[in-house]
């Protein structure tokens, strides 16, 4: 099932309808950049509005496969993006609350001066593909759905930690299904936690909130990600994720913050 | 007037009521930094938990001094955090929406490990005191409510722009009011904008999104603050920043998505 049918909603009636397709998931939970897609793509009919801009997600509750409702309310309707919020709801309970603006990135203009670049990887042929084992459930079965390649020196599975709290790798969707910027939504949380390369006790880190801009439509071909903790402190840390195109442009950017294990 | 003063919150009977104070504008229209301070205690209030951990400001129309309510639903009460969202409504239009997680700073603990450190700057004596013109309406009015100290080198008023859209400086209240986690909401938007030391036309970057994680409470003392901006690109820019206590702590980051001058 492609990521466009597995994130696909019906907006013919308030609330909106989605499901939470099997195969999107960690250990049973459902991705969130996944979730994040649905409620995104419920958010953008409801706006009329084809983008997001900025998008904002508190996640709640982990999602297992089954239907899921969305009921985005239009918070303002100006002249270049509509602000909505949503609730992404469960069977039993709310799974994530979201707020985001949408637009048109077509529309959008203005002067251009970066000061990074996408990260140097090898090609993808020489990278480290993740790909799901479902007896040991790790790596997970989302993996499955994406063809991601982690760059040799953060690839903690085969070497070890690399001692850095970094993910680097490329990015595409199987079978030549095309990316666009809800795809984007997904990139910003499909990478391993950067805290498996941390010489730290290894754990999942559960999403507070994740915040992601979406800054261009993407050409096709590969997407070039680097996500990386500056942060880790007080019981919580930050994961920054910059999303690259084949032509060297960034097209989204995101933030999260997650909480560490306790001690 | 103090900040306290200034972002008090009447949470007796709901919608809560507040009232955005004179002199904390920039050409007359509220800093965005200090309407999402009064907007997060009404939100804590809501929540019964002391502290933002992570909140997102969608800003949809100016705030003028005068009367505004806040109608802070909770959307889930969870044993860390507890998540809101409200509106903070103006007499005529809603001035911002939210979405927050709030829990107790002082209760969480983890393990740490920090690969970066407070901007390196000349003492606040050495700094640049940004006083407000009234007469030139620039700095604007709400650089009074605050003792702010740019880096000599950002400094773009006295000298000239410095080429990169970088704003450092220190930042406390005056008459030693203290600084809590709704005063480094304010930290985190009270800065001139990045633009103004890129060579780029300047003009005002209106923001559409800003997000804030507030990593620990703040010692006593002067906060270090640094702001960045790597990306401005189709129209939009983020604006990373990272707010320092005196004992070199990271107390608070944030990033906000604002719109650049169209060509």
């Given at each position: 099932?492609?990521?466009?049918?597995?994130?696909?909603?019906?907006?013919?009636?308030h609330p909106y309808t989605a499901a939470i397709a099997e195969g999107w998931d960690v250990v049973g939970n459902a991705n969130g950049g996944y979730l994040l897609a649905i409620g995104a793509r419920a958010m953008a009919a409801a706006a009329a509005r084809p983008h997001p801009i900025s998008i904002t997600a508190h996640y709640l509750s982990p999602g297992r496969p089954g239907p899921v409702t969305i009921d985005p309310q239009i918070v303002k309707a100006g002249?270049?993006?509509t602000t909505v919020r949503a609730t992404l709801q469960g069977a039993e309970k709310p799974l994530i609350e979201l707020l985001?603006?949408?637009g048109d990135l077509e529309s959008f203009e203005g002067?251009?001066?970066?000061d990074a670049s996408p990260p140097d990887m090898p090609p993808p042929e020489e990278c480290e593909r993740t790909i799901?084992?479902?007896?040991?459930?790790f790596p997970p079965a989302m993996m499955g759905r994406v063809d991601l390649r982690l760059h040799p020196d953060d690839a903690f599975l085969k070497g070890k930690p690399s001692g850095d709290p970094l993910m680097r790798g490329w990015l595409r969707f199987p079978d030549d299904e095309p990316m666009d910027p809800f795809g984007l939504l997904l990139a910003t949380d499909c990478f391993p936690p950067t805290i498996f390369n941390a010489n730290l006790p290894v754990a999942w880190t559960p999403t507070v909130e994740l915040t992601a801009h979406i800054r261009a439509i993407p050409e096709p071909g590969w997407l070039r990600c680097r996500f990386s903790t500056r942060f880790i402190?007080?019981?919580?840390?930050e994961e920054d994720g910059e999303v690259w195109d084949s032509t060297g442009r960034l097209v989204a950017q995101s933030r999260q913050l997650a909480l560490t294990p306790q001690a």
């Open positions: 099932m492609s990521f466009k049918i597995a994130t696909a909603v019906n907006s013919e009636q002249r270049r993006l985001g603006s949408f002067p251009a001066r970066v799901p084992d479902p007896e040991l459930g402190s007080g019981g919580m840390m």
